[in-house]
Each structure stands twice: as C-alpha cells, then as structure tokens.
C-alpha cells in the first residue's frame, strides 16, 4: 500500500516533473537528472524538487526512474553492514508504486566485459590518435561480468525498464525522451499529464490508518471518510453498511456508492482496453 500525492501550487496548477532532492544537492559533476533539469527550465516545464521515498525521478503516467551510475548499481548488489540489500529494496519498492518503472544506468553503454579478468571495465577517457584509431583509458570495477549481467537480467524480470546511457548528456536526453513519451500516453488516454507521488505512509495512530484505508476508495476525500468513521466507527462497520451511506452521509449519493461496490465486488481480472477507456472516461468527469 502506498500513499499518493498530487501537489497543486496557489494558481491550481500541478507539477508535471517531481525530482528528489538528492539528485540536486551538492553535486560537483553534472548528472542526467541535473541536464534534464535545465531542459525544463528552458521549456517553462513545471517541476518541483522535493524528497522523494521512491524513485529519483517522477514523470506524468507513473513513469517512475531510479537513476545509478554504473559504480551506484555495481555497490548496491552487496548488502548493508545490517544485511539489508539495496538494490533489491528499492527495485521491489520502484515496481509496487508505479505502473511504469525506469532503471536508467548511466554510462551503461560504456561498460566493457572481460570474463577473463573477472571484471567489467568502464570507460574513463578517449581520445582519437589516428583514421580509426582511438586511446581509451579505463577503469577496473572488480565484479564479475557475470553478476553484473545477473543483476540486471533480474531488474528486468521484476518488470523495470533498464535503459543505458552513454554518459550524462547521453542521459538527459533519453530522460527528455521519456518525458514526451509519457506526455503522448496521456494525451492518448485523455488524462492529465502531472506527476503523482508515490510514498510509503509513515502513520503515527490507527486512526490515521483507518483515514487511509477509506480514502483508498474511489471518490472518498479524507473529510468522507471522517463522516463514515464518526456515523459507524470501525471501517469493517462501514462497509457492511455501506447500502445505507446514501442516507447516512451528507455528500454520499448512489453514484458514490455504486463506483464503490463495483471495486470492491467485482472478481479480480486484467483490464480489457474497453474498461480503461471506460475508467477514464469516468475520471475525466469527475
């Protein structure tokens, strides 16, 4: 379960980039994230720097992109003094927040294999000396070409989309890319095209909790759900009563209802493409 945040300034506009604040802060070098910020800033493009629990970059459609150097992910794969396994955190936590997940590694087009050494090389520097010659200095990151090529098979078939950049120019470019991307799948399902934030909730009481699990329901405002938690008490009580929130609840009518029921009743199955045009047609509105 996660919590969801649409962020709407004081003009009621909602930001279409939310970037984490660690992407930005006290950076020497230029990274794909901060060149694809300045891209932004050229086009007028409505961003928000905040701190992100998921992700380090956040595009309209639940395009969500965690951005590692080749070094970031090669150090990843080994666990925490506490045995904790980065990768893996924050690949499954990437996975259950979005519907379009993003590992963008970057330099990853440079990266040489030799399973002869037991090692991948990264390249450092080049220079061309000739018609077709070129002097390249590389580096030695001591993991074997095997365990890198392992972890990423494994990204992949836990469903995130892994896209190499050449270098961090190379990156902003596809981060761009991206951009327009999730702008054409929006424009195509008629939706708007703003970032939604994705976090796990950090609650402090159980009636935070019980807030959150009645405001997961469609068009239930955390104000609603204090009505039916004030009228029935318990979240089990309300929802075995919930033929009678129409009478019940002031702002509660049958369609309310009806979109409810229809969630919670209807049999788990895959979405045809005629429910999603339906689903959007119905969000649209709203």
């Known amino acids: 379960m996660v919590f969801l945040l649409v962020q709407i300034d004081l003009f009621g506009e909602a930001p279409e980039v939310f970037v984490d604040v660690h992407e930005i802060k006290d950076r020497i070098r230029e990274t794909s994230i901060t060149l694809f910020i300045k891209k932004l800033k050229r086009q007028n493009i409505k961003f928000i720097v905040k701190k992100l629990d998921i992700g380090d970059l956040i595009l309209p459609m639940g395009y969500a992109i965690e ?5 970031d992910f090669c150090q990843s794969l080994f666990g925490t003094k506490s045995g904790r396994l980065r990768l ?3 690949i499954k936590a990437l996975v259950n927040a979005y519907e379009n997940p993003i590992l963008l590694l970057e330099g990853g087009l440079t990266v040489r294999l030799d399973p002869t050494l037991k090692s991948i090389f990264l390249l450092k520097h080049r220079k061309k000396i000739g018609n077709r010659i070129w002097h390249v200095v590389e580096e ?4 074997h070409p095997n365990q890198y090529t392992g972890a990423l098979n494994w990204v992949e078939r836990m469903g995130v989309r892994i896209i190499k950049s050449f270098d961090a120019y190379h ?3 596809i981060l761009q890319a991206l951009y327009y991307e999730a702008k054409g799948i929006a424009k195509e399902k008629r939706t708007k095209a703003y970032a939604v934030v994705r976090s796990k909730p950090k609650f402090k009481s159980i009636k935070e909790k ?3 699990f009645l405001t997961g329901l469609p068009l239930i405002s955390t104000a609603r759900a204090q009505k039916i938690l004030e009228k029935y008490g318990t979240p089990y009580d309300a929802l075995t ?3 009678l929130w129409t009478k019940d609840i002031e702002g509660i009518g049958e369609k309310i209802v009806r979109e409810i029921e229809r ?3 209807t049999p788990w199955q895959e979405e045809t493409e ?3 045009v339906k689903e959007d047609d119905s969000n649209n509105r709203i």
């Open 140 to 143: 030695q990151i001591h993991i």
């Open 241 to 243: 009563k919930i033929k």
């Open 88 to 90: 893996v955190e924050q």
């Open 274 to 276: 005629k429910d999603e």
């Open 263 to 265: 969630v919670l009743f």
């Open 210 to 212: 019980q807030l959150f």
């Open 67 to 71: 951005r590692k150097t080749v070094h």
């Open 171 to 173: 990156g902003a470019d």
